[in-house]
């Protein structure tokens, strides 16, 4: 028994030794203490999450950008779809849902991220017959994609 204890402690530390960090809250960048997000529209999927997430990590999200340490500016926020394709008779059978954000980070005079651009896109199949799951099938994916490309960009702070 002490024999396993003994490996398993040892197989720990060695991860702790070699940089191994569980993937979780991103580590809060100096300067980012006190956060204003600066947005066209602080009711996208993108701002609500990305405000939540920030909270939760420990920043303070500040309604001011004059008591602001931090200012994040979101640039582009879009999210739509398109169809991919389309049947015999012109119907749609495939849609692509789409998000696309730009957004930067400075505190102060520091440049903390340089204007950056991500984009994320998920499709699914279409049946007219189907609509009212579709709309919920579509509003899951855009949900989804939200919640990757708020992680990503709080990897891209917490690595600076």
Known sequence: ????????LL?????????FQMQGTFAVPGGMQRTYVEADDKFSPFYRTLKRDLQASGVNVVDSIDTATAVLTIY???TDQRVLSVSARNVPTEFEVFYIVRYGLVSG??????????????????DPALVLGKAAEQEIMRNAIVDDLVRILLKQISVR
């Open 76 to 78: 582009q926020d879009q």
């Open 109 to 126: 005079e520091n440049t903390l991220l340089e204007v950056q651009d991500l984009s994320a896109t998920r499709s699914y199949t279409y």
């Open 11 to 19: 197989f720990a530390l060695s991860l702790g030794g070699c940089g």
């Open 1 to 8: 028994m002490y024999r396993i204890a003994a490996i398993a």
